[in-house]
């Protein structure tokens, strides 16, 4: 049975989920039948375009969304990669993205078909332009993240019916060309914005504006004209009014904050009440690492998130956030170091914690209390029992810079510092860590790296906080309710800086480099390391620019795409192949893989396969 065949099938049992906005709120509409009358009244076209909206969330951020977009990247990774696979055509993940995208496409085909070609019940004609802009923007959507996945695939454009099991192959050419019209219709017909609170979620003209820039960048990116009308695009986004950047990267990230946060543009929304969340994002789980794994004084909990260890940021993703601090002390000047990632952890059991360790005071193995009871020496009064400093991850240092990471570890001895996994031949080489065999020197005091000293591995490590959900009803609860963030201001931004420095000049580049400054400045660790933020027209390219998606986009669906737009993802998964794989996978990275494999189940569908053919070295 070809796919669309199972689409519309299952497009009878669709079930309208209940969303954080009312206009999603359950309703009956959960039984469409194509061809019946259920469109032709103003509560069914209402349902139907509401249903558009929480059809998304089989998308975002599901665990194959997150293995096509996120991870086996330069900055995230599978941290359990000895001896992984590479993609193939019967890949679950790459299979679940294309039936996702292909069910909801069905849906948004069923509405827009029913609004153009149906007289329906007190729709005006303003209120069914909008939903043709809504429907056809959320169908634009999807197909884009097809294409950039595959390139040339079947363009279904009406309500799939009856049984047909042949697949027209279309053009990565064809289908952006519909993708931009979709996108402009959006832009042309959505409003600005919603009057009604309980509106928050709908898309508006300024998301069709979003993803037409991103899509001209990808797809018409040498051309000049399409160029300039991307940066309009960004500009006008930029200068609405409608959006502001939110002062705290740390904020931004925080529950109280995720609901009508004038920095996104367009949110994927989940109910508050779980009952009626379906799956719920599950995204909280994914990036979580065992905090638990190692410390006896840490259990699970909502704070630090159910652990799955399915995403570890890879070593240059850590080094990316290594800025030089303004005002001379240890640790980075870009603060996104500390709000994107969870690197600190308090002791959350009431039971006292003991580990025999090297006391440098006493050069002897003692039994200490970790982390010591409040007021005793060293503990400061607090209770933090690990820290992990994720921006320590360069190739090399300095010894003066060597000399004060470990004045800063002593300073928290013996609470548990974590360093990463590259620092290991770093510290070996400058002293190693004391124990009695290579005893605390008092005359030197910073010869040698304090007892306290540790190393992230595939299980413990700091890890993105982006997705955490600590509102769930207990730890082990996988339904989330957390709105995820498709687009954002600081993604905007940074497109219209792209688009800037790819139309060239001076004026441009000046553009670009106030563009990019402004979300590096928003991510100074404090006000007096801002001026460490702030860069320059001669160190601004687009290596620079593509690290600072990485830096600012990390973990938000972005980054396999972002390098594939910028032509650097062969590229940089063979040159970074030591700074991005943690254990050595069974293959190398290809140039054919840029394009996914057709899934098996489709092309067994179909009785023209051979239509379709993957890369011999996919499999078919």
């Known amino acids: 049975m070809k796919i669309e065949n199972i689409l519309s099938v299952l497009l009878l049992g669709i079930v309208i989920f209940s969303s ?36 998304l969330r089989k998308l975002y951020i599901t665990e194959a969304f997150m293995n096509v977009c996120e991870s086996e990247t330069d900055i995230t990774i599978w941290p359990q990669s000895q001896g992984r696979q590479p993609v193939n055509a019967s890949t679950g993940y790459v299979r679940d993205l294309w039936n996702a995208c292909y069910i909801n496409i069905n849906q948004c085909n069923e509405v827009i078909y029913a609004l153009n070609n149906y007289e329906i019940t007190d729709l005006s004609s303003d209120m069914r332009k909008r939903y043709l802009g809504e429907a056809r923007f959320i169908r634009a959507l999807l197909y884009s993240h097809l294409v950039k996945q595959w390139g040339d695939i079947p363009l279904k454009l009406t309500p799939t019916v009856n049984a047909d099991t042949h697949a027209n192959r279309t053009s990565e050419a064809d289908v952006w060309k519909v993708i931009i019209e979709d996108f402009e219709y959006a832009k042309d017909n959505l409003p600005k914005s919603y009057a009604k609170v309980t509106e928050y979620g709908r898309v508006t003209c300024y998301a069709a504006m979003h993803e037409l820039c991103k899509s001209l960048l990808t797809c018409r990116r040498e051309d000049p004209v399409a160029l300039k009308i991307a940066l309009d695009y960004a500009e006008r986004i930029i200068n609405s009014g409608q959006f ?12 109280d904050y995720v609901r009508n946060n004038r920095e996104v543009i367009f949110p994927v929304c989940y109910s508050k009440d779980n009952l009626l969340n379906g799956d719920g994002n599950q995204a909280h789980m994914y990036f979580v690492a065992d905090y638990t794994r190692y410390h006896g004084g840490m259990i699970r909990s909502l704070a630090y998130g159910r652990p799955w260890i399915r995403c570890k940021p890879t070593l240059y993703a850590y080094g990316l956030y290594n800025a030089k601090r303004s005002d001379g002390k240890t640790g980075s000047a870009d603060g996104r170091a500390k709000n994107f990632f969870q690197w600190e952890f308090n002791k959350n059991t009431n039971t006292t914690y003991t580990e025999f360790v090297y006391n440098h005071l006493t050069n002897k193995v003692e039994q200490q209390v970790i982390p010591r009871p409040a007021g005793k020496p060293f503990a400061g009064g607090e209770n933090r029992s690990m820290i992990c400093f994720p921006w320590y991850c360069l190739d090399s240092y300095s ?5 004060a990471i470990k004045k800063e570890i002593r300073g928290l001895w013996p609470i548990w510092v974590y360093l ?15 124990s009695p065999s290579n005893p605390y020197d008092s005359s030197q005091p910073d010869a040698k790296w304090p007892s306290n000293t540790k190393f992230n ?40 800086a792209e688009a800037a420095l790819l139309l060239g000049g001076d004026t441009n580049k000046e553009k670009a480099v106030n563009y990019v400054n402004v979300v590096r400045e928003r991510a100074a660790i404090n006000s007096e390391n801002k001026p460490a933020m702030i860069i320059t027209k001669e160190q601004l390219d687009l290596e620079f620019l593509l690290d600072e998606r990485g830096r600012e986009l990390i973990g938000e669906m972005h980054r396999w795409y972002d390098l594939k737009r910028f032509g650097k993802l062969t590229e940089r998964m063979t040159k970074l192949h030591n700074k991005i794989w943690y254990y050595e996978p069974a293959y190398q990275y290809e140039e054919y893989m840029e394009k996914r494999p057709y899934p098996r189940d489709f092309l067994m569908s179909i ?5 379709f053919q993957n890369d011999s070295r996919y499999g078919n």
């Not at 595939?458 to 207990?474: A, C, G, N, S």
């Open 20 to 55: 954080c906005s009312d206009f999603l709120e359950e309703t009956p509409y959960n039984k469409i039948v194509p061809g019946s009358d259920f469109y032709k009244t103003y509560d069914g076209i209402t349902g139907g375009v509401n249903g558009l909206y929480a059809r």
């Open 244 to 255: 502001d950047m939110n002062t705290n990267t740390y904020n931004l990230w925080s529950m």
């Open 399 to 403: 010894s003066e810079e060597i000399t």
């Open 420 to 434: 990463p996994e590259n620092m290991i031949a770093t510290v070996e080489a400058t002293g190693g860590i004391e």
């Open 457 to 496: 591995d595939i299980f413990f490590y700091p890890y993105l906080r982006k997705h955490l959900d600590p509102t769930r009803p207990e730890v082990n609860y996988a339904e989330g309710t957390r709105d995820v963030f498709v687009s954002r201001l600081a993604d905007t931004y940074l497109l219209a």
């Open 607 to 611: 009785s023209n396969p051979e239509d």
